[in-house]
C-alpha cells in the first residue's frame, strides 16, 4: 500500500465516520462512491472494502461473501476503521451542536450532491 492510497483511506474513513457521526451516514453513501473516484476500485470492490469496514455492524458473513468472490481488501478496511471511529465521535460531537432543523439540510444536502455525481459523473 503506498502513502497516496494511506491517506486517502484515512480521510475517507475519518470523513465518513464524522458523516456518520453527524448525520447517521457513511457506508454507501460516501465510502463506496469516494473508493471508486479515488482509488478507482471497481463498485463490487468498494463494496467489499466497505463492508469489512463495517464487519462487525454489519455482518460477517456478507463480508465472507465479498472475501470469497476476491473482492475485500482487509487492510485498506482495518486502515479506514480506525480513523472512521474517531470521525463519528467527532461527527457526533458536532451534530450535537447543531440545531436540528438545520441537520436535516446538512443531510438532505450531502444526499442530494451524491446522487447528482452519481447520476452525472464519469
Do not use: C, E
Not at 470523513?15 to 447517521?24: D, E, K, L, N, Q
Request: cysteine-free; overall charge positive; charged content about 5%.
Amino acid at each position: 500500500m503506498d502513502t497516496t492510497t494511506l491517506i486517502t483511506l484515512l480521510l475517507v474513513g475519518l470523513i465518513a465516520g464524522f458523516a456518520s457521526g453527524m448525520v447517521g451516514i457513511g457506508g454507501g453513501i460516501l465510502i463506496i462512491p469516494a473508493l471508486t473516484y479515488f482509488l478507482h476500485l471497481s463498485q463490487h470492490q468498494a463494496q467489499g472494502v466497505t463492508i469489512g469496514l463495517l464487519l462487525m455492524p454489519v455482518g460477517f458473513l456478507a463480508a465472507y461473501n465479498y472475501y470469497k468472490s476476491g473482492n475485500l481488501n482487509f487492510n485498506y478496511s482495518l486502515v479506514m476503521a480506525v480513523t472512521f471511529i474517531a470521525g463519528a465521535w467527532i461527527g457526533s460531537k458536532t451534530s450535537l451542536a447543531i440545531d436540528p432543523k438545520w441537520m436535516k439540510k446538512v443531510f438532505g444536502g450531502i444526499i442530494f450532491i451524491i446522487s447528482l455525481k452519481m447520476l452525472f459523473g464519469k
